[in-house]
């Protein structure tokens, strides 16, 4: 396991961990310098590719991207979505794995977990990558969404589960959308970090994709809080630009690349 990883686990119980997904260098190099994790998620397919769900995206299309912003991060631990179809048997988890972590140079890759995948979590392992496990709402095997963990029944089963991960090797573990109670005692049943998305503070951290925070998604469940809101911002500067070149106002002698020249020809038709 690298130190990167190992650093992260020394930072439970003493300070929140922070993550963040990116799909391209340019955005990797701005969240390398305030997240802990950067993943590289199957969300790409709604926010880039404006599919439905996340289910049609392919593992070059993952690569792809990942290598993209694999340029852009220094200190952050990079976790990439191993996406769904990739990992249905654990000799095809592995290879597939095996396949994204050479390709891409990532730090670990993440599994959703469908309670019955334990075996591919260990199998991946014996490949010594690094596996990020996600419980809860996990979109590649639930199409209808609900917040879990609201009885006891439930809670019961969620830790079952994150337990049976974290043995078989999870070095952490995302929890999708569990009520704030089952967020709380999942966390502490468990010697590996939470990594909460809609499962409030009680987590050891917490995830959102990018674009939401930024509001260029159009995404905004209540679990989101829109820190910027860019699809306004562009739009203004869209609007602005195509004003001035209808009008001619762009470009002027300011844009031309090499200034103010005069150029006199005896050019004749």
């Not at 977990?113 to 639930?142: C, L, W």
Request: net charge positive.
């Amino acid at each position: 396991m690298s130190n990167k990883i190992k650093n992260l686990l020394k930072k439970r119980n003493k300070t929140k961990i922070v993550s963040l997904t990116a799909y391209s260098n340019h955005i990797a190099k701005i969240l390398d310098k305030y997240c802990d994790i950067t993943l590289v998620g199957d969300s790409v397919a709604n926010v880039l590719y404006g599919m439905k769900n996340t289910h049609e995206i392919n593992i070059d299309t993952i690569i792809r991207h990942s290598k993209s912003v694999k340029k852009g991060i220094k200190r952050s631990i990079m976790v990439v979505d191993m996406p769904k179809g990739s990992y249905k048997t654990p000799l095809q988890a592995k290879k597939n794995a095996k396949l994204i972590y050479k390709k891409t140079k990532c730090d670990a890759v993440k599994i959703e977990s469908n309670n019955k995948n334990f075996e591919i979590i260990k199998e991946i392992r014996k490949a010594k990558i690094p596996v990020m496990g996600h419980i809860g709402f996990t979109p590649q095997f639930k199409k209808k969404f609900s917040v879990e963990g609201k009885t006891k029944i439930e809670i019961k089963k969620l830790i079952k589960e994150a337990q049976l991960i974290e043995k078989a090797g999870a070095f952490s573990v995302v929890l999708e959308c569990l009520t704030p109670h089952a967020a709380k005692i999942v966390t502490k049943f468990l010697k590996i970090p939470t990594i909460g998305i809609g499962s409030s503070a009680n987590c050891d951290g917490q995830i959102l994709v990018t674009d939401d925070i930024l509001g260029l998604s159009g995404f905004y469940p209540k679990f989101v809080k829109k820190y910027a809101n860019l699809n306004s911002l562009i739009e203004r500067a869209v609007k602005k630009y195509s004003k001035e070149v209808i009008r001619k106002k762009f470009p002027n002698n300011k844009n031309f690349l090499y200034g103010k020249w005069k150029f006199k020809t005896n050019f004749q038709k």
